[in-house]
């Protein structure tokens, strides 16, 4: 199970926010695997509209992936000048090129202050975020990205359109069934 649950004072949320599916990633953005991921979340967003709200939550290996950690406290930058959605988007858009010069650059091109990202204050502030994040993600079990929870379960499958678009469907469909149940009063 999903813990803590969406709270859209904290979590980083695109889509409608009462939708009836919600889709949270724990996501590295220089994992390949989330990249690949990003891309087909993109398409499940486009098919299923307001259907689906898809959640981001930090879970950055730095052991793995030497420039996660700094990509996700930049993406926090980005949040303070409610520009997450962009900076997520172009930072697994160029995964592969990601370095601080490279991070400064997408801000910068976001129109966004870095200074916080430069300053070692400013920069702690911003990881507790992400490692809030982070715990979360160990207190749901995550042990890998990219890890998937649809509607607060685990997600098991692969992290394709057509086997994440059938779990979510599933789920919609178990939703308007219990509410065309009559009441039992």
Known sequence: MLRPKFDETKDHYFGY????????????FQCRYCGT???EIKLLQEVMGNQLKVVFRHYPLPNLHPMALDA??????????????????ALFENQKYLSRPALLDIGERLGLDMTLFEDSRGYRRLARKVTSDFEGGVGSGVSGTPTFFVNGLKYNG??????????????????EAE???????
């Open 17 to 28: 926010l009462l939708a009836p599916v919600e889709l949270v990633m724990y996501g590295d």
């Open 72 to 89: 996700a406290v930049a993406a926090e930058v980005a949040s303070l000048r409610d520009k997450f959605r962009e900076m997520h988007d």
């Open 158 to 175: 692969p992290a394709e359109f057509r086997h994440m678009q059938r779990a979510c469907r599933y789920l919609l469909h178990l939703q």
């Open 37 to 39: 991921a990003y891309e």
């Open 179 to 185: 509410l065309s149940q009559p009441s039992p009063n």
